[in-house]
């Protein structure tokens, strides 16, 4: 059975910091480019990073650039997202995702959902204000 468990989350002051972690189980996903979106309350679920099955190619949302980082550990078959001086806005269920073999097509569409073909259940991720 093929899953990906995002943890991590939880409740943070602005300004603080969190580490998502996104584990592959049944699925190798050292070959496949992974992403991670949110979805705030009453929102749709938005971009906030990709990166290439290699780590080569790294991609930002504008609203995060700066602030957070994505990074895999393909030996480990884990994605992880630090994100750091978070903010109220970034309140979301954070979700990661990953998308398939085709490469080139991915560099472009990095930031549509239809490019991911598997995804984990979310973690909730609040910042206070």
């Known amino acids: 059975q093929v899953q990906l468990v995002e943890s991590g989350g939880g409740v943070v002051q602005a300004g603080g910091s969190l580490r998502l972690s996104c584990a592959a189980s049944g699925l190798t996903i050292s070959t496949l480019p992974m992403g991670w979106f949110r979805q705030g309350p009453g929102k749709e679920r938005e971009f906030v990073a990709a990166?290439?099955?290699?780590?080569?190619?790294?991609y930002y949302a504008d609203s995060v650039k700066g602030r957070f980082t994505i990074s895999r550990d393909n030996a480990e078959n884990t994605m992880y997202l630090q994100m750091n001086s978070l903010k109220a806005e970034d309140t979301a269920a954070y979700y990661c995702a990953a998308g398939t073999h085709q490469w080139s097509r991915w560099a472009v569409r990095y930031m549509v959902r239809d490019e991911y073909e598997k995804w984990g259940q979310g973690t909730q991720v609040t910042v206070s204000s």
């Open positions: 990166i290439s099955w290699s780590g080569g190619h790294i």
